[in-house]
């Protein structure tokens, strides 16, 4: 008998860790566990991407060393989501704990850690509890490594089915499968879902074959026997030789055909095969891309040829993950020299750009270029006034120029000697500012075109100049670190906060009470606008190049050279939001209703994020380091400049389908429309159940401020409301042993709690809203309870776990949830009326509101979706796959659209007609929740403590024939022969996109 294999583990660190980890190292290998460590350090390449995913792969459990350094590790965190790729058990062990208000990965602050910090626990004692951790549930975690393993073997060979399970081994591993649906913490990967699933679809195809080659093999013996038979009569009359040597003649005839049919097919059939194989490597570069700052135009190119090729899902997968992130170019314009600034009239008709190559052009937002106007040096700024009656230019020839804004003609030349670095116009266009190199502040009465006042601060080089809303006071940037604050039309003047390095940049609140100044000494400081003094540091680990506050001045954006968008509320200081780009960051702008902040920088891309959650919604690329950015004055355009001299215009207006947002204290979890569609229940966190009405949706920002019309003890996890919107009831899965049901009856108070032996798992409302349905983890039962009394009608037994339920809404049916099968229980006649089969523990259950469709969703991420017309229910109509565990979903009969929501980040479409995938919409964190209102006009969606409103009309749904020319309107260019090269090697150049260059 074979010797049974050790355990073994992979352990992820810090290298400035790598003496405890040795000493850890150890001490498991004593206990029988053989840990895989990279000691020296595998270079950060495809190599190491292979590397590590084999030593991973072949891992029962994935250790991670939490300390400071290994949370700032990319290396660590490429590790870590290799691991949660693979379904692997992570087992976080914390050496030093983080820093405070260190953001964590979400997979590691939701599992449980493992202490071994120094001086604080016993080496030796916590060893035996970090062996059980490990070994807990070891059979079951084995045999995924197995599992993984053999699907990615049969993977890497091209699915030959030599690889695959049959015979006990399958029986063992769908078992297996089954089995994972018992515990939460089992997740099965798709890829061995599908492996498992190709092992039986094989195994079948191999009996149905043996099967037909026995009755050919009959008939065969049938045919020879009549052929002998015919061979003795033609023996006995000689004149039928002739005959048959002219069949015989004809027979090889047709052989020599066929083997000729057979050879085209065989070369045929490896042409298709050498296709399949390019298109799925270029399918897996195109993943991989997708990942990389700057990359996803490159990534959806990769994913187009991969389609061209040979149509896959896993290309369509990554399609639709750029779209849905992918912004629409709506523009493009280039000057010679690098973009220094962007500005946009005031009625968003133009854009106006100042470069490196002595111009400033002024661009019509819908029809390119008006005009250029000439410099001698560097348009270091430029500036329309808001009735767009001049063109403002500022340079390094030492001038300001004055130009009629519509004819481009000069009007006036203002002449300093010294290089102009900034210029700003108060509110009222009659004065402007200009700071100077030579360290003087010029004053310009614009209706006289003449200067009128200079001042010099003799602290060095004037770098920003900047007129609060007033138009009174001017905050001024020095590159010595010094900022003051100006009141123009009386000369006072006030210290304002003192950098230890040059001042970038300052922002002013829209209200007038707030500066922000910021500065190479990685800093930003906020201080009072008309006093200057300062309230707050705000440090950060590197130069802070830009800032930009929200309309409402609650709060500013910083971007800085650590890779990092921050959010600071502007009272306290304290950050609220980190966003992050793959290199440094240069310049950050805030939408005009403040729903958005756009950021850019050296990782080639713009970055577009919610302003309230940080999720990253659109990513427009760029050919050179971002250099200015500016939002059109509705805030549906966004246009980015370039240090190449590059300006694109991107359409970013799929975005305001989002038409409301509303932020709680603490985590929401669902959110429901009343079926008569006057408000919405959602539960959260902090213990209450809060309702908002339809009116206030658009509006309201701030749950807090709605109206709890409950509040609990413990938190609430599912709801669902009565058909006549009088009842609600809710979930409460209790910590202290005291699990129940509540109903409570939103117009008279009255509440009923139905007590359970386990935490509920599934509420389900009748459409006569008389009985409520509830199954609880762990319990073969069904209860029946009645609603007006919140006494127990009746009780369903079974022989295995019920997790949820769903009542019909237009028959007596309650579709009752189990594993491997869903159980259709005829409520009149108390009797099954019909078995769903679908593998895994089904999870989730919903009827469509005419009762025609059924969806059911499992542990490993499949939906199926059942048309209920039907008289037998062998298979369902459509199987849909999403990444993740799915934890919502809700139909759209309107749009005839099913909406998914999963851990994965993501909200999925699903056209019901057609059987295919529309849209993904990102919310950048697990979805807990999706609900279309009663007229199918709103989605809404639950992310953290986030609740956001969709206007269903809004989003544009892609169907999968409409994928390449979607696409294709959303790049630029085409790949340029070098990199077509570097993809294909040999294969023949030609456009992917044909009408792009």
């Not at 390094?396 to 003609?409: M, N, P, V, Y």
């Not at 959303?970 to 790949?975: A, G, I």
Request: hydrophobic share 40%; proline share 4%.
């Amino acid at each position: 008998m074979a010797e049974k294999r050790k355990t073994q583990v992979f352990i992820s660190y810090s290298r400035k860790n790598k003496s405890f980890v040795r000493k850890l190292n150890a001490a498991i290998d004593e206990a029988g566990i053989e840990a895989w460590v990279d000691w020296e350090g595998i270079p950060f390449s495809a190599d190491w991407m292979a590397t590590i995913t084999t030593a991973i792969e072949s891992s029962d459990a994935f250790i991670f060393i939490i300390t400071p350094d290994s949370l700032k590790s990319k290396y660590c965190y490429q590790e870590l989501e290799i691991a949660l790729q693979l379904n692997k058990k992570i087992i976080p062990v914390v050496y030093h704990e983080p820093e405070k208000r260190t953001k964590l990965h979400p997979r590691l602050s939701s599992t449980n850690w493992v202490f071994m910090r120094p001086k604080k626990e016993n080496f030796r004692e916590v060893i035996p509890k970090l062996v059980e951790t490990v070994l807990t549930d070891l059979e079951w975690v084995r045999q995924h490594t197995n599992l993984l393993q053999r699907a990615v073997q049969w993977k890497q060979k091209k699915e030959n089915p030599g690889y695959l399970l049959g015979g006990s081994s399958l029986e063992e591993a769908e078992q297996w499968m089954a089995e994972s649906t018992e515990d939460e913490r089992r997740q099965v990967t798709p890829l061995q879902a599908e492996y498992i699933r190709a092992c039986r679809e094989y195994a079948s195809k191999r009996q149905r074959r043996y099967t037909f080659t026995f009755g050919i093999m009959l008939v065969v013996s049938i045919i020879a026997l009549m052929f002998a038979i015919r061979l003795w009569i033609q023996s006995v009359e000689s004149e039928e030789r002739a005959k048959k040597n002219a069949v015989e003649a004809q027979a090889n005839a047709e052989f020599a055909n066929m083997q000729r049919a057979l050879a085209e097919e065989s070369e045929k059939r490896a042409l298709q095969n050498e296709n399949e194989a390019k298109a799925q490597r270029s399918a897996a570069q195109a993943r991989t891309y997708s990942g990389r700052p700057g990359e996803l135009d490159t990534s959806t190119l990769l994913a187009l040829e991969s389609l061209e090729r040979f149509p896959s899902t896993e290309a369509e997968d990554v399609l639709r993950n750029n779209l849905s992130r992918m912004a629409i170019p709506a523009g493009q314009m280039r000057h010679t020299g690098r973009i220094w600034n962007i500005s946009v009239s005031g009625d968003g008709q133009f854009i106006v750009s100042a470069s490196a190559d002595d111009t400033a052009c002024v661009w019509s937002m819908t029809a390119g270029k008006e005009y250029c106007v000439q410099h001698d040096g560097d348009v270091t700024d430029a500036l329309v006034t808001s009735d767009n009656r001049l063109l403002i230019t500022a340079s390094k020839d030492g001038t300001i120029r004055l130009w009629d804004f519509e004819s481009g003609s000069l009007n006036t030349i203002l002449n300093y000697e010294s290089p102009v670095l900034d210029i700003d116009i108060n509110a009222k266009n009659k004065v402007l500012v200009g700071g100077l190199e030579n360290e003087l502040v010029v004053v310009i009465n614009l209706d006289l075109r003449r200067t009128v006042y200079t001042f010099n601060f003799s602290n060095g080089p004037v770098n920003v100049v900047k007129f609060h809303p007033n138009g009174e006071w001017l905050s001024i940037g020095m590159k010595n670190g010094r900022v003051r604050l100006w009141k123009v039309s009386t000369g006072v003047l006030q210290p304002g906060p003192y950098h230890d390095a040059e001042v970038f940049d300052t922002a002013i609140s829209p209200d007038g009470k707030i500066m922000v100044s910021i500065s190479a000494d990685s800093t930003a400081r906020i201080a009072r606008a008309e006093s200057g003094r300062q309230t707050h540091i705000l440090k950060h680990p590197d130069w802070v190049r830009d800032v930009a506050f929200a309309p409402d001045s609650s709060w500013f954006a910083t971007t800085s050279d650590d890779k990092i968008v921050r959010v600071f509320d502007a009272e306290t200081g304290v950050e609220t939001i980190r966003m992050y780009h793959g290199s440094f960051v240069q310049k950050v702008e805030v939408s005009p209703d403040g729903n958005w902040i756009a950021s850019t920088g050296s990782d080639l891309s713009v970055r577009v994020w919610d302003a309230q959650s940080g999720a990253l919604m659109l990513e427009p690329f760029l050919d050179d380091t971002g250099s200015a950015l500016a939002f059109s004055p509705d805030g549906k355009r966004l246009i980015a400049g370039d240090r190449s001299g590059n300006i694109t215009i991107w359409d970013i207006s799929s975005l305001y389908a989002r038409v409301g947002i509303i932020e709680f204290p603490q985590r929401a979890n669902k959110a429901k429309f009343d079926p008569a569609g006057n408000w919405v229940l959602i539960n959260t966190n902090d213990k209450k159940l809060w309702q908002i009405p339809a009116g206030e949706i658009t509006t309201l920002h701030e749950g807090g401020l709605g109206d709890p019309v409950l509040t609990f003890d413990e938190n609430s996890a599912q709801t669902k409301i009565s058909p006549d919107s009088k009842w609600v009831a809710i979930s409460i899965n209790s910590e202290t042993g005291n699990p129940r049901a509540l109903l409570y009856n939103l117009e008279t108070g009255v509440l009923h709690t139905l007590p359970h032996d386990s935490n509920i798992s599934g509420l389900a409302i009748s459409p006569d809203g008389k009985r409520l349905a509830t199954t609880n983890e762990g319990n073969r039962i069904v209860y029946i309870w009645d609603i007006e009394t919140g006494q127990l009608a009746n009780s369903i037994p079974f022989e295995e776990t019920a997790f949820t339920s769903a009542y019909s809404p237009r028959d007596s049916i309650l579709a009752i949830g189990l594993t491997n099968k869903i159980v259709l229980w005829d409520t009149g006649a108390n009797k099954e009326a019909a078995v769903l089969k679908q593998v895994g523990r089904i999870r989730s259950l919903n009827f469509n509101s005419e009762g025609n469709w059924l969806a059911t969703t499992t542990s490993e991420g499949s939906i199926n979706i059942w048309d209920m017309n039907e008289q037998t229910f062998s298979a369902p109509r459509y199987r849909f796959l999403q990444d993740g565990r799915i934890t919502s979903l809700d139909f759209n009969s309107r749009k005839q659209w099913l909406a998914s929501g999963g851990d994965d980040g993501y909200v999925y479409l699903w056209d019901l007609s057609t059987g295919q995938e529309v849209m993904r919409i990102p919310h950048g964190d697990s979805v807990a929740g999706v609900s279309f209102s009663p007229d199918g006009q709103l989605l809404a969606t639950v992310s953290r403590k986030i609740v956001q409103f969709w206007d269903v009309d809004l989003l544009t749904p892609i169907a999968t024939e409409e994928l390449v020319n979607s696409a294709c309107s959303r790049l630029v260019r085409n790949l340029n022969p070098s990199q077509w090269e570097f993809f294909f090697n040999e294969d023949e150049y030609h456009l992917l996109c044909p009408a792009l260059p």
